[in-house]
Protein backbone atom coordinates (compact mmCIF):
# COMPACT_ATOMS: atom_id res chain seq x y z
CA UNK A 1 0.00 0.00 0.00
CA UNK A 2 1.09 3.11 -0.30
CA UNK A 3 1.54 6.25 2.13
CA UNK A 4 -1.78 7.62 1.13
CA UNK A 5 -0.59 10.85 -0.95
CA UNK A 6 -1.55 10.84 -4.70
CA UNK A 7 -0.28 13.81 -6.63
CA UNK A 8 -2.08 14.56 -9.61
CA UNK A 9 0.40 16.54 -12.31
CA UNK A 10 -0.82 19.84 -11.18
CA UNK A 11 0.49 19.37 -8.19
CA UNK A 12 -2.81 19.04 -6.28
CA UNK A 13 -2.93 16.71 -3.34
CA UNK A 14 -5.38 14.06 -3.83
CA UNK A 15 -5.40 12.62 -1.18
CA UNK A 16 -4.40 13.32 2.89
CA UNK A 17 -1.29 12.90 4.43
CA UNK A 18 -2.31 12.12 8.53
CA UNK A 19 -4.92 12.58 10.45
CA UNK A 20 -3.09 15.11 13.00
CA UNK A 21 -2.83 17.70 10.55
CA UNK A 22 -5.72 17.10 8.47
CA UNK A 23 -8.78 16.41 10.47
CA UNK A 24 -10.04 20.45 11.43
CA UNK A 25 -12.37 21.56 13.86
CA UNK A 26 -14.20 24.72 12.99
CA UNK A 27 -15.06 26.66 15.90
CA UNK A 28 -18.21 28.82 16.99
CA UNK A 29 -16.41 32.44 17.97
CA UNK A 30 -19.44 33.34 20.29
CA UNK A 31 -18.77 32.76 23.72
CA UNK A 32 -22.37 33.02 24.80
CA UNK A 33 -22.46 29.63 22.77
CA UNK A 34 -20.24 27.81 25.10
CA UNK A 35 -22.84 24.63 25.56
CA UNK A 36 -23.20 24.44 21.65
CA UNK A 37 -19.36 24.80 20.96
CA UNK A 38 -19.14 21.82 23.68
CA UNK A 39 -21.75 19.98 21.85
CA UNK A 40 -20.67 20.42 18.91
CA UNK A 41 -16.88 19.69 19.64
CA UNK A 42 -17.67 16.14 21.07
CA UNK A 43 -20.10 15.17 18.05
CA UNK A 44 -16.85 16.36 15.83
CA UNK A 45 -14.53 14.08 17.78
CA UNK A 46 -16.80 11.28 18.20
CA UNK A 47 -17.70 11.31 14.40
CA UNK A 48 -15.12 12.77 12.04
CA UNK A 49 -11.83 12.12 13.76
CA UNK A 50 -12.93 8.48 14.25
CA UNK A 51 -13.94 7.79 11.34
CA UNK A 52 -10.68 10.13 9.52
CA UNK A 53 -8.80 7.58 11.84
CA UNK A 54 -10.48 4.31 10.50
CA UNK A 55 -10.48 4.79 7.09
CA UNK A 56 -6.65 5.86 7.03
CA UNK A 57 -5.70 2.25 8.43
CA UNK A 58 -8.26 0.60 7.12
CA UNK A 59 -10.62 -0.30 10.48
CA UNK A 60 -13.96 -1.21 8.91
CA UNK A 61 -15.09 -2.15 12.69
CA UNK A 62 -14.03 1.01 13.78
CA UNK A 63 -16.08 2.96 11.06
CA UNK A 64 -19.18 1.21 10.94
CA UNK A 65 -19.43 1.59 15.21
CA UNK A 66 -19.68 5.55 14.26
CA UNK A 67 -22.14 5.00 11.20
CA UNK A 68 -24.04 2.75 13.02
CA UNK A 69 -24.47 5.57 15.55
CA UNK A 70 -24.71 8.38 12.96
CA UNK A 71 -25.71 7.18 9.27
CA UNK A 72 -25.51 10.76 8.06
CA UNK A 73 -21.84 10.70 8.59
CA UNK A 74 -20.98 9.31 5.81
CA UNK A 75 -21.94 12.68 4.15
CA UNK A 76 -19.85 14.83 6.54
CA UNK A 77 -16.41 16.63 5.35
CA UNK A 78 -13.77 15.52 7.86
CA UNK A 79 -10.90 17.58 6.14
CA UNK A 80 -9.82 20.79 5.61
CA UNK A 81 -10.15 19.93 1.40
CA UNK A 82 -13.76 19.16 2.38
CA UNK A 83 -12.44 15.09 2.13
CA UNK A 84 -15.87 12.66 3.44
CA UNK A 85 -14.68 9.41 4.51
CA UNK A 86 -15.14 7.98 1.37
CA UNK A 87 -12.10 9.69 -0.15
CA UNK A 88 -10.01 8.87 2.60
CA UNK A 89 -11.00 5.13 2.03
CA UNK A 90 -10.35 5.40 -1.43
CA UNK A 91 -6.88 7.21 -1.17
CA UNK A 92 -5.69 4.97 1.12
CA UNK A 93 -6.61 2.20 -1.01
CA UNK A 94 -8.43 0.13 1.56
CA UNK A 95 -10.95 -1.71 -0.67
CA UNK A 96 -12.58 -4.09 1.79
CA UNK A 97 -13.34 -0.75 3.55
CA UNK A 98 -14.47 1.05 0.69
CA UNK A 99 -16.84 -2.05 -0.08
CA UNK A 100 -18.53 -2.16 3.07
CA UNK A 101 -18.91 1.70 3.52
CA UNK A 102 -20.44 1.93 -0.48
CA UNK A 103 -23.17 0.01 0.93
CA UNK A 104 -24.00 2.44 3.37
CA UNK A 105 -24.13 5.01 1.05
CA UNK A 106 -26.86 5.99 -1.99
CA UNK A 107 -25.89 7.20 -4.95
CA UNK A 108 -25.97 11.03 -4.65
CA UNK A 109 -23.31 10.17 -1.39
CA UNK A 110 -20.88 8.77 -3.73
CA UNK A 111 -21.19 11.74 -5.93
CA UNK A 112 -20.24 14.25 -3.36
CA UNK A 113 -17.23 16.38 -4.00
CA UNK A 114 -14.45 18.03 -2.17
CA UNK A 115 -13.10 21.57 -1.65
CA UNK A 116 -11.37 21.05 -5.08
CA UNK A 117 -14.32 19.25 -7.13
CA UNK A 118 -13.06 15.88 -6.47
CA UNK A 119 -15.31 12.78 -5.95
CA UNK A 120 -14.09 9.92 -4.35
CA UNK A 121 -13.85 8.07 -7.51
CA UNK A 122 -10.88 10.70 -8.69
CA UNK A 123 -9.14 9.35 -5.71
CA UNK A 124 -9.32 5.69 -6.71
CA UNK A 125 -8.53 6.87 -10.26
CA UNK A 126 -5.03 8.44 -9.38
CA UNK A 127 -4.09 5.46 -7.09
CA UNK A 128 -5.12 3.18 -9.55
CA UNK A 129 -6.79 0.19 -7.52
CA UNK A 130 -9.20 -0.75 -10.17
CA UNK A 131 -11.59 -3.21 -7.84
CA UNK A 132 -12.25 0.45 -5.48
CA UNK A 133 -13.58 1.50 -8.64
CA UNK A 134 -15.74 -0.87 -9.56
CA UNK A 135 -17.59 -0.73 -6.12
CA UNK A 136 -18.29 2.90 -6.96
CA UNK A 137 -19.45 2.48 -10.31
CA UNK A 138 -21.83 -0.04 -9.80
CA UNK A 139 -23.69 2.01 -7.10
CA UNK A 140 -23.48 4.98 -9.66
CA UNK A 141 -22.95 4.69 -12.84
CA UNK A 142 -22.64 8.27 -13.41
CA UNK A 143 -19.52 8.80 -11.69
CA UNK A 144 -17.09 8.11 -14.40
CA UNK A 145 -18.46 11.18 -15.93
CA UNK A 146 -18.55 13.76 -13.28
CA UNK A 147 -15.70 15.96 -13.47
CA UNK A 148 -13.34 16.99 -11.04
CA UNK A 149 -10.42 19.22 -10.45
CA UNK A 150 -9.62 21.38 -13.41
CA UNK A 151 -12.74 20.14 -15.08
CA UNK A 152 -10.99 16.65 -15.57
CA UNK A 153 -12.74 13.14 -15.77
CA UNK A 154 -11.99 10.14 -13.36
CA UNK A 155 -10.62 8.70 -17.11
CA UNK A 156 -8.01 11.34 -17.72
CA UNK A 157 -6.72 11.51 -13.68
CA UNK A 158 -5.64 7.61 -14.45
CA UNK A 159 -3.87 8.56 -17.91
CA UNK A 160 -2.08 11.28 -16.32
CA UNK A 161 -0.86 9.44 -14.06
CA UNK A 162 -0.54 6.27 -16.39
CA UNK A 163 -2.55 3.64 -14.46
CA UNK A 164 -2.87 1.59 -17.30
CA UNK A 165 -5.20 -1.04 -15.79
CA UNK A 166 -7.66 1.76 -14.33
CA UNK A 167 -7.50 3.59 -17.64
CA UNK A 168 -8.90 0.56 -19.30
CA UNK A 169 -11.25 0.15 -16.64
CA UNK A 170 -12.43 3.49 -16.50
CA UNK A 171 -12.40 3.95 -20.47
CA UNK A 172 -14.66 1.20 -20.72
CA UNK A 173 -17.40 2.81 -18.42
CA UNK A 174 -17.06 5.96 -19.33
CA UNK A 175 -19.26 7.52 -21.96
CA UNK A 176 -16.90 8.59 -24.38
CA UNK A 177 -18.81 9.84 -27.06
CA UNK A 178 -21.03 12.52 -24.00
CA UNK A 179 -17.10 13.71 -23.63
CA UNK A 180 -16.24 17.39 -25.77
CA UNK A 181 -14.28 16.49 -28.60
CA UNK A 182 -11.46 18.39 -26.90
CA UNK A 183 -11.68 16.17 -23.58
CA UNK A 184 -11.19 13.27 -26.21
CA UNK A 185 -8.23 14.41 -27.47
CA UNK A 186 -6.46 15.57 -23.94
CA UNK A 187 -7.27 11.70 -23.34
CA UNK A 188 -6.14 10.44 -26.54
CA UNK A 189 -2.81 12.72 -26.59
CA UNK A 190 -2.20 12.02 -22.86
CA UNK A 191 -2.56 8.61 -23.42
CA UNK A 192 0.35 8.50 -26.00
CA UNK A 193 2.10 10.66 -23.96
CA UNK A 194 2.09 8.21 -20.90
CA UNK A 195 2.55 5.10 -23.49
CA UNK A 196 -0.54 3.66 -22.76
CA UNK A 197 -0.55 2.53 -26.47
CA UNK A 198 -3.67 -0.19 -26.27
CA UNK A 199 -5.83 2.32 -24.88
CA UNK A 200 -4.66 5.31 -27.63
CA UNK A 201 -5.31 2.48 -30.09
CA UNK A 202 -8.78 2.04 -29.10
CA UNK A 203 -9.56 5.50 -29.26
CA UNK A 204 -8.59 5.92 -32.55
CA UNK A 205 -10.04 2.77 -33.73
CA UNK A 206 -13.43 4.14 -32.57
CA UNK A 207 -12.61 8.21 -33.44
CA UNK A 208 -10.61 8.29 -35.89
CA UNK A 209 -11.42 11.90 -36.74
CA UNK A 210 -9.14 12.60 -33.49
CA UNK A 211 -5.86 11.64 -34.82
CA UNK A 212 -4.72 15.13 -36.44
CA UNK A 213 -6.71 17.61 -33.94
CA UNK A 214 -5.23 19.61 -31.88
CA UNK A 215 -5.63 19.20 -27.89
CA UNK A 216 -5.58 21.90 -24.91
CA UNK A 217 -1.86 22.32 -25.84
CA UNK A 218 -1.58 22.53 -29.34
CA UNK A 219 -0.32 18.68 -29.37
CA UNK A 220 -1.50 16.24 -32.84
CA UNK A 221 -2.01 12.76 -31.19
CA UNK A 222 0.17 11.31 -34.78
CA UNK A 223 3.10 13.83 -34.21
CA UNK A 224 3.06 12.90 -30.55
CA UNK A 225 3.38 9.36 -31.65
CA UNK A 226 5.98 9.87 -34.23
CA UNK A 227 8.57 11.43 -31.29
CA UNK A 228 8.27 7.63 -30.17
CA UNK A 229 9.20 5.72 -33.25
CA UNK A 230 10.18 2.69 -30.55
CA UNK A 231 7.14 2.42 -29.42
CA UNK A 232 5.53 0.70 -32.81
CA UNK A 233 7.45 -2.11 -31.48
CA UNK A 234 7.32 -5.49 -34.02
CA UNK A 235 6.12 -5.03 -37.63
CA UNK A 236 3.10 -6.88 -36.40
CA UNK A 237 2.60 -4.17 -34.13
CA UNK A 238 3.03 -1.82 -36.53
CA UNK A 239 1.00 -3.67 -38.76
CA UNK A 240 -1.87 -2.76 -36.65
CA UNK A 241 -0.98 0.97 -36.44
CA UNK A 242 -1.11 0.94 -40.06
CA UNK A 243 -4.94 -0.50 -40.28
CA UNK A 244 -5.50 2.04 -37.75
CA UNK A 245 -4.90 4.62 -39.63
CA UNK A 246 -5.67 3.30 -42.65
CA UNK A 247 -9.09 2.98 -41.65
CA UNK A 248 -8.88 6.67 -40.43
CA UNK A 249 -8.39 7.49 -44.28
CA UNK A 250 -4.75 9.28 -43.32
CA UNK A 251 -2.79 7.07 -45.30
CA UNK A 252 -1.38 10.22 -47.15
CA UNK A 253 -0.33 12.16 -44.32
CA UNK A 254 2.93 13.08 -43.54
CA UNK A 255 2.84 12.04 -39.98
CA UNK A 256 1.83 8.56 -41.33
CA UNK A 257 3.98 8.48 -43.66
CA UNK A 258 7.13 8.79 -41.42
CA UNK A 259 5.74 6.49 -39.27
CA UNK A 260 5.79 4.27 -42.21
CA UNK A 261 9.27 4.71 -42.85
CA UNK A 262 10.33 3.99 -39.15
Same mark, same amino acid.
Given at each position: ?6 M?Q???F???S ?9 ? +? ?7 IE =???R? *?? &?DT ?6 A? %??? @? ?19 TR?? @??? %??I????? *?????K?L? =? ?6 L? %??N? *? ?5 C ?8 ? +???E ?5 I? #?P??RGS ?22 S ?6 L?? %?????? &? ?6 ? #? ?8 K ?10 T??K ?11 A????S????W?R??N???Y ?7 ? &? *?A?
Amino acid at each position: MSDGNVMDQQGIFLSPSSPQTEVYWDA +IDDAENEAIE =KTRRF *HF &LDTSVRLYKAA %LKG @DWPAAKEVIDKYPDAVTYSITRRK @DKV %LHIAAAAE *HTGFVKELV =KRMDQDGLA %LPNL *HGNTAICFAAASGIVP +IAEEMVKKNIE #LPMIRGSKRMTPLYMAVLQGRRNMVAYLYSVTAFIRLTP %LERIDI &LVACISSD #LYEIALKILKDYPELSTMKDTYGKIALQELAKKPYAIGSKSQLSVWERCLNSCQYASNPIFLY &L *HAC
